[in-house]
């Protein structure tokens, strides 16, 4: 009994350190904020450096937009009235195209942004 | 006995394809009838699937947008009007005309979205051929999960059979994002689970279902579980638009053509940039003319050793008439 009684607390103090953990990488993430409206993003570029890891924070003003880069691993909806997150570290260095792909309307084919990857 | 290549009775469907302004034209099997090996392979068909695939020749037009004004291009319907006169004055016209989506341009004003979607009935109509077959595009489908389509045109996924191919409409815009979905592909599958791998088929859709530009939005997500599906089948060939461009590309045994657009061409997809080709009002068809484009050739001998009637066509951009009544020539054999 005393052993499962120990093992138990130190399970709750690995579960409490690895939460203090990502509480602090949490708090050390940087975060974005992105928003869409029809039929832009804004801001139209993003500067990130490899390796770090961003916390995006996405937003609309109107309708539900797309959020798609292939290559980074995205591929989200961002929808009125809530807050969609992405969190991305980018591996490599470059200029990343990132697009509304959820049809917005007749300027949906010009909506994107660039992420910069440093 | 002649022993039948198998890979002949897979490529017997290769089509001598033309790309152009006006749209696409294809002949299908056309010496079939012609050679012995020909009718050795169109016997094995007929007891393989119940229908012996017999020529003919079809169109595909694409991205007709009705409804779009300038700029990058003032033309309006210009180019479309110009293909269906050039298509209903053929000697022979082709029995059958698919259309490969965005037929209209997207509207916020739910009036003119149906006026658009009439004009283009309107257009089309004036091309005297068999039977007209349409997809749409997400301009056409995608601000309202196709529901305007469906009333207009009916349903966005279907198949039917002509003279010995099955040919199947696969809508991947209506859900807004350039996918198919579970439904469609169960839907697929279960269409598919009565024929025969050696059944020739031909796929039209919208977007392209393999990743030919996933930054421009040139790609399909689900592509993939489509081409699982028609893994099992030895003749598949895939039409689509959405490019404005014509493309030629094979994937595993699965041949894959995009047609021109009939408004404004975009750049090839190695461009730094997803632009618009600049109008040019000198030649306001420019980009949108006359191309061949091989499927077969030098490099696949076995396809022509078939039947496929390889037309040699010359790039004139203005000549589209003249091009359509080469492709019907007999080629040399």
Redesign the interface.
Known sequence: MGTVRNLSRAVCALALAGALSQSRAAAAERVVEITAKRFEFSPREVTLKRGETVRLQLHSEDV?H?F???KLGI?T?IEPGKTTEVVVTPAEAGR??V?C???C??G??GMNLVFVVE | MTKTNPLDRRSFLRLAGLSLGAGALYRVGGALAQTGEGKSVSRLLAAANGEAPAPFAFAQLSDTHVGFQGPPDPMGTAAFERAAAVLDGMAARPELILFTGDLTHDSEDQDERVRRMRRFKEIAGRIRVPVMKMIPGEHDAGIDGGALYREIFGETTYSFDHRGVHFVALDNVSRARPEVGPERIAWLKADLARFSPSTPLVVFTHRPLFDLKPEWEWFTSDGDKVMNVLAPFENVTVLYGHIHREDAHVEGRVRHYAARSLVFAFPEPAAAQKKPLPFDAKRPFANLGLRLVHAGGEKAPAARSIGIEDVELTMREHSGTEGFQQLLRPSPT
């Open positions: 539900v797309g798609f880069q292939r591929d909806e990343f195209l697009i792909h959820h049809f309307g007749s949906h084919g």
